[in-house]
């Protein structure tokens, strides 16, 4: 019977080694889309984490790819630090895709260390006083996690533990070790080629924000204001890997995300090579346990710079050892509809640097009118004197000089003077729509006062009834529109002042003269 199989068995191990798949190395890309979402948890007001982004990214890289007859394994170098490799898809291919994989080690000085186990390096020592260096070749004989032994002509030795300078001399990279991430597929061609391919995936460690800049007009301490509105879009990349000549988009909107990014964008590992020699201390304390392949933290990145509101040029802000900004202003981003979500797309290819911010204008309204108007709140409970706030109403309509999505972000209000355009005032921005009314708060007024008081209270059967007044005074020399808010679903009718519901508040409005006074009055009637 082992006669009758011997032959078989001979046959078929040629036919075996046939299908050994043949590594072939994907070109770089010679396209690239980068199409970044910002964190889906942050709320209005929340800022970019800058050190640790929650947002992600969509890459797609257009490459070349020649292909040997039969089964091949092909390489991506090259790619996010921060790809989910499960969302990865690859384009273009006749085969498709029988495997894909993610490396687990990138090249460092533990993995060449690792790689090299068994074969042979070049060992150079110092002499101590003459300062001679003598090199000798050696054979790497353990692994990277503890002391490291070489084997050379004198017998086996610990490297670094001899007291005197050395270092190793490696003649080779091993094999599937890489200086960037690589993703690699398996694939077939029965008859092989040159093929351009597309690889599309979801990668951890981006986010992007807007930032708005107003600035009054001149003369606009009036109702009426007119401003200019500009905006930039800030995106940051926190991967190491930068993406040169990329087309950019940005999606704004909430967006529905259940998977959980971080941990399946586990990044390749670095690891440093860490040599123990004992004893270097004592045998109380132990050894000290350096770290060969490590390195200094990297300083925080600088704070992002507001815009100023004359800035339409292109320019560099760079910070030693840090991340930098790069405001792009040569061009705008422009708008289009991604379902229920907004796309804002640069017209031109910029490059997304790794550990970098960037800054591009997509807005810049010249003209965009609103009202200013002072608001506070008078009920029973709040009966007391208080500053009244000031909010910047307007519509988000060409009307009104918009007509745009504008996304969330921050905003800086900045005012004409004799001393050139100062700040007046921040706030936060929520998603809004074109068509939507936009209020946004410019903040406490120093010469318009509100006095509430409860002028009567009775109680008629089992519920509370009485007369209160606001005494609202205006120091402005203009007259000055006023909203005040007399219910917040506390429970009481108004009786006596006319009304509307505003956001879930029932609010007053009316005009207060300048430099005058305007007292208004009204019953309250508590609910059942």
Same mark, same amino acid.
């Given at each position: 019977?082992?006669?009758?199989?011997? &032959?078989?068995?001979?046959?078929?191990?040629?036919?075996?080694?046939?299908?050994?798949?043949?590594?072939?190395?994907?070109?770089?890309?010679? @396209?690239?889309?980068?199409?970044?979402?910002?964190?889906?948890?942050?709320?209005?007001?929340?800022? /970019?984490?800058?050190?640790?982004?929650? *947002?992600?990214? /969509?890459?797609?890289?257009?490459?070349?790819?020649?292909?040997?007859?039969?089964?091949?394994?092909?390489?991506?170098?090259?790619? @996010?630090?921060?790809?989910? *490799?499960?969302?990865?898809?690859?384009?273009?291919?006749?085969?498709?895709?029988?495997?894909?994989?993610?490396?687990?080690?990138?090249?460092?000085?533990?993995?060449?260390?690792?790689?090299?186990?068994?074969?042979?390096?070049?060992?150079?020592?110092?002499?101590?006083?003459?300062?001679?260096?003598?090199?000798?070749?050696?054979?790497?004989?353990?692994?990277?996690?503890?002391?490291?032994?070489?084997?050379?002509?004198?017998?086996?030795?610990?490297?670094?533990?001899?007291?005197?300078?050395?270092?190793?001399?490696?003649?080779?990279?091993?094999?599937?070790?890489?200086?960037?991430?690589?993703?690699?597929?398996?694939?077939?061609?029965? @008859?092989?080629?040159?093929?351009?391919?597309?690889?599309?995936?979801?990668?951890?460690?981006?986010?992007?924000?807007?930032?708005?800049?107003?600035?009054?007009?001149?003369?606009?301490?009036?109702?009426?204001?007119?401003?200019?509105?500009?905006?930039?879009?800030?995106?940051?990349?926190?991967?190491?890997?930068?993406?040169?000549? @990329?087309?950019? /988009?940005?999606?704004?909107?909430?967006?529905?995300?259940?998977?959980?990014?971080?941990?399946?964008?586990?990044?390749?590992?670095?690891? &440093?090579?860490?040599?123990?020699?004992?004893?270097?201390?004592?045998?109380?304390?132990?050894?000290?346990?350096?770290?060969?392949?490590?390195?200094?933290?990297?300083?925080?990145?600088?704070?992002?710079? /507001?815009?100023?509101?004359?800035?339409?040029?292109?320019?560099?802000?760079?910070?030693?050892?840090?991340?930098?900004?790069?405001?792009?202003?040569?061009?705008?981003?422009?708008?289009?509809?991604?379902?229920?979500?907004?796309?804002?797309?640069?017209?031109?290819?910029?490059?997304?640097?790794?550990?970098?911010?960037?800054?591009?204008?997509?807005?810049?309204?010249?003209?965009?009118?609103?009202?200013?108007?002072?608001?506070?709140?008078?009920? &029973?409970?709040?009966?007391?004197?208080?500053?009244?706030?000031?909010?910047?109403?307007?519509?988000?309509?060409?009307?009104?000089?918009?007509?745009?999505?504008?996304?969330?972000?921050?905003?800086?209000?900045?005012?004409?003077?004799?001393?050139?355009?100062?700040?007046?005032?921040?706030?936060?921005?929520?998603?809004?729509?074109?068509?939507?009314?936009?209020?946004?708060?410019?903040?406490?007024?120093?010469?318009?006062?509100?006095?509430?008081?409860?002028?009567?209270?009775?109680?008629?059967?089992?519920?509370?009834?009485?007369?209160?007044?606001?005494?609202?005074?205006?120091?402005?020399?203009?007259?000055?529109?006023?909203?005040?808010?007399?219910?917040?679903?506390?429970?009481?009718?108004?009786?006596?002042?006319?009304?509307?519901?505003?956001?879930?508040?029932?609010?007053?409005?009316?005009?207060? &003269?300048?430099?005058?006074?305007?007292?208004?009055?009204?019953?309250?009637?508590?609910?059942?």
């Amino acid at each position: 019977m082992l006669r009758r199989l011997l &032959p078989a068995l001979l046959l078929l191990a040629p036919v075996n080694g046939a299908h050994a798949r043949e590594i072939v190395d994907a070109s770089d890309p010679v @396209a690239l889309a980068v199409t970044v979402y910002r964190d889906p948890n942050r709320g209005v007001g929340g800022e /970019m984490e800058r050190d640790w982004p929650q *947002g992600f990214a /969509m890459i797609s890289e257009t490459r070349t790819v020649t292909l040997p007859p039969g089964q091949s394994t092909i390489r991506f170098t090259g790619v @996010a630090e921060g790809m989910v *490799g499960v969302s990865a898809i690859v384009t273009g291919l006749p085969g498709g895709t029988i495997e894909k994989n993610r490396n687990a080690d990138l090249l460092s000085p533990a993995s060449l260390v690792d790689g090299m186990l068994g074969n042979r390096v070049t060992v150079t020592r110092t002499i101590p006083g003459s300062g001679e260096m003598v090199s000798e070749s050696a054979v790497v004989r353990t692994r990277a996690d503890g002391g490291l032994v070489l084997q050379t002509g004198d017998g086996f030795e610990a490297v670094r533990c001899s007291g005197v300078p050395e270092r190793l001399t490696f003649d080779r990279v091993p094999d599937g070790l890489s200086a960037q991430p690589v993703f690699t597929i398996d694939t077939q061609d029965p @008859a092989g080629g040159t093929y351009t391919v597309t690889l599309t995936y979801l990668a951890w460690g981006f986010d992007w924000e807007a930032n708005y800049v107003a600035t009054f007009a001149e003369g606009g301490n009036g109702r009426d204001v007119s401003l200019r509105l500009m905006s930039w879009l800030t995106i940051l990349n926190d991967n190491n890997q930068s993406f040169a000549d @990329a087309e950019l /988009m940005a999606v704004a909107g909430t967006l529905n995300v259940v998977s959980d990014f971080e941990d399946l964008a586990e990044p390749p590992a670095a690891r &440093p090579l860490r040599l123990t020699c004992y004893p270097l201390g004592s045998s109380l304390s132990g050894s000290p346990v350096p770290n060969y392949g490590g390195g200094m933290p990297l300083p925080a990145p600088p704070p992002l710079a /507001m815009a100023a509101p004359a800035m339409m040029r292109s320019e560099l802000a760079e910070a030693d050892g840090a991340a930098s900004i790069v405001v792009t202003g040569s061009y705008k981003a422009s708008e289009e509809n991604l379902g229920e979500l907004k796309l804002y797309r640069v017209p031109e290819r910029v490059t997304v640097s790794a550990q970098g911010l960037k800054q591009v204008a997509f807005l810049d309204q010249g003209e965009v009118r609103g009202e200013q108007v002072y608001t506070g709140a008078c009920w &029973p409970e709040n009966d007391s004197q208080q500053a009244a706030d000031i909010l910047l109403v307007t519509e988000n309509s060409e009307d009104k000089g918009l007509g745009v999505a504008l996304p969330m972000g921050n905003i800086a209000f900045f005012e004409p003077s004799s001393h050139g355009e100062l700040l007046v005032g921040e706030d936060s921005l929520r998603d809004y729509a074109s068509g939507q009314d936009i209020e946004i708060e410019l903040g406490r007024s120093n010469q318009v006062f509100i006095a509430c008081e409860v002028t009567d209270i009775e109680e008629v059967g089992d519920r509370w009834q009485g007369d209160m007044q606001a005494v609202i005074t205006n120091a402005n020399p203009t007259s000055i529109a006023m909203r005040l808010r007399v219910e917040a679903g506390t429970g009481y009718d108004i009786k006596g002042l006319r009304t509307r519901l505003h956001n879930g508040e029932r609010i007053a409005e009316f005009t207060v &003269p300048a430099n005058g006074t305007r007292t208004v009055k009204w019953r309250y009637i508590e609910n059942d």
